[in-house]
């Protein structure tokens, strides 16, 4: 469902993988072609969809999970050994927010879409070796079904929040 690649190795997640079906990311080596390893969170249940986005940088991969429980997670791995080094849920998490149905992850710094926070749309900003959260980001013009936090991108220190139904020019869902 999902495909990500830099350097040396290749993600592709499977969300319904597993009986249940909880999801998972498998990891290749990009020069091989061979599977390193499958990578599943420690705390996975059915339906969590663990692997529909994902993004890796250098040897690290964020998986989301936007159906882990009522609130969604997002989880931090180590692809060269497989270890789950984090799971990132917000400070101000409620209920079919649809955190992390986008991901992306640059260096140290991973950011985390929840398009549904409060109608609004929100997206987060964590520290990848500790996993704190470290920020949370809101269009300042935002309004309810904006869908901000929709896609999510992020290099070194700029992050980009598309929100695609943002009225815009009296354009209705024109996108920003």
Do not use: C
Not at 11 to 35: E, S
Not at 100 to 117: L, M, P, Q, T
Not at 143 to 148: N, T, V, Y
């Amino acid at each position: 469902s999902a495909v990500a690649i830099d350097g040396d190795y290749a993600i592709v997640g499977a969300r319904l993988q597993g009986t249940p079906q909880v999801g998972a990311v498998y990891v290749f080596d990009v020069t091989t072609g061979n599977q390193l390893r499958k990578l599943t969170p420690g705390d996975g249940a059915d339906a969590d969809y663990f692997g529909n986005f994902i993004a890796i940088s250098g040897n690290n991969a964020i998986v989301g999970a936007y159906g882990h429980g009522t609130t969604g997670a997002a989880y931090i791995f180590d692809v060269t050994n497989g270890n789950q080094l984090h799971k990132l849920t917000t400070s101000d998490a409620t209920v079919n927010d649809d955190f992390a149905r986008a991901v992306a992850i640059s260096g140290n710094n991973a950011i985390v879409g929840e398009y549904n926070h409060n109608n609004n749309g929100a997206a987060y900003i964590f520290d990848v070796t500790t996993g704190n959260e470290l920020r949370k980001l809101t269009a300042s013009d935002g309004a309810s079904g904006d869908f901000f936090g929709w896609d999510v991108s992020i290099d070194g220190n700029y992050a980009m929040v598309g929100a695609y139904k943002h009225d815009h020019g009296g354009n209705t869902s024109a996108g920003a």
